[in-house]
């Protein structure tokens, strides 16, 4: 099957159920082309993902399909923006239909349950790789940024962290418990937090998406920031599948793992409550930005601990 042909028959398909008014032009030119209303500015984020890197070599073609486009739209979650459209660069060792045809069904419907029309892309041959390139759009001056945080913010996360983490260890089980299926279901099907990052415009000093665990991702807000936290432990929210399957390593999971896809924000306090009213997913305040650089972790059981590096992608297999 030609390069042609094989966007014409998976992937044209996507492109016309996954429409959005913003994209005037898409599959079929040189370039698609998307309007800009007026007073929004334009908001893009690209991720790469490699087979036996980001996800598991064998990895099921629907499963693969919306777990990328979850991890590419989280960014637009982080920034507060409107989702609108993406592109899709898609490496293949062959053109099998049986990869392809449940693959391109399941983006179809992570496109529409994200809000994203496929705008474009790009086939070629060789090791199974995806490059997605989302866009989205949010009011000009209102993007959440990395860099707002202030001493006297509360920190805050939306969801359970360290499930994905943990799922690492369940997913050849032929037969996973029920706990395991929780943890399973995280890693699987993240869920970017695109209406909570709405809700955040106008309240929240600064945002990120927790992508390669919370030490690392809220240290980015940190050094943006020039600016220090204090975490308490015991108020990071667990899941309780993850509490009974991995025990005392419940909170080294969720401190350092990967692939939660949930936000972690700062906001001044007197914000607080509107952002938990507001919020479709549950929120809660883990800590406090300090004037003095350095993240700490303070918890009932122990003093207060500088904390060290989290989780990085390069160079390490199955994140």
């Known amino acids: 099957m030609g390069e042609f042909e094989l966007i014409r028959q998976y992937f044209q398909p996507v492109a016309q159920r996954t429409v959005h008014p913003e994209v005037v032009l898409g599959i079929g030119d040189d370039c698609a082309i998307q309007r800009i209303k007026p007073g929004q500015v334009l908001v893009f984020s690209m991720d790469t993902l490699v087979d036996g890197i980001h996800f598991p070599r064998g990895y099921a073609p629907d499963r693969l399909a919306r777990r990328a486009l979850a991890v590419a739209a989280s960014d637009l979650a982080a920034m507060g923006a409107e989702p609108v459209c993406f592109t899709l660069g898609l490496t293949l060792p062959e053109a099998n239909p049986d990869w392809l045809d449940p693959f391109a069904a399941a983006l179809a419907q992570a496109a529409e349950d994200f809000g994203l029309a496929l705008a474009g892309g790009d086939t070629t041959r060789g090791p199974l790789t995806l490059t997605l390139q989302v866009h989205g759009s949010v009011p000009d001056g209102e993007a959440l940024l990395r860099s707002g945080a202030r001493p006297g913010d509360l920190v805050a996360v939306s969801g359970t962290l360290g499930d994905a983490a943990a799922a690492l260890d369940c997913l050849n089980k032929s037969a996973p418990s029920e706990q395991q299926q929780a943890l399973l ?3 699987h099907q993240p869920e970017p937090r695109l209406d909570l990052g709405q809700a955040l415009r106008g309240r929240a000093s600064a945002a990120i998406d927790i992508s390669d665990g919370l030490l690392a991702d809220l240290g980015h807000i940190l050094q943006a920031s020039g600016c220090g936290a204090v975490i308490d432990a015991a ?11 991995a025990g005392e390593q419940a909170i080294n999971h969720a401190l350092r793992g990967g692939d939660d896809y949930e936000l972690c924000f ?4 007197r914000h607080w409550d509107a952002v938990k009213q507001k919020s479709p997913v549950p929120v809660q305040v883990i800590g406090e930005i300090v004037a003095e650089p350095g993240l700490t972790l303070t918890n009932a059981d122990q003093d207060a601990s500088p904390l060290r590096s989290g989780y990085e ?3 390490v297999a199955n994140d």
């Not at 700062?266 to 306090?269: K, N, Q, V």
């Open 185 to 187: 279901q995280k890693y």
């Open 235 to 245: 108020r990071i929210p667990l899941s309780p599948a993850l509490n009974a399957l």
């Open 266 to 269: 700062a906001l001044p306090a």
């Open 313 to 315: 992608h390069f160079g």
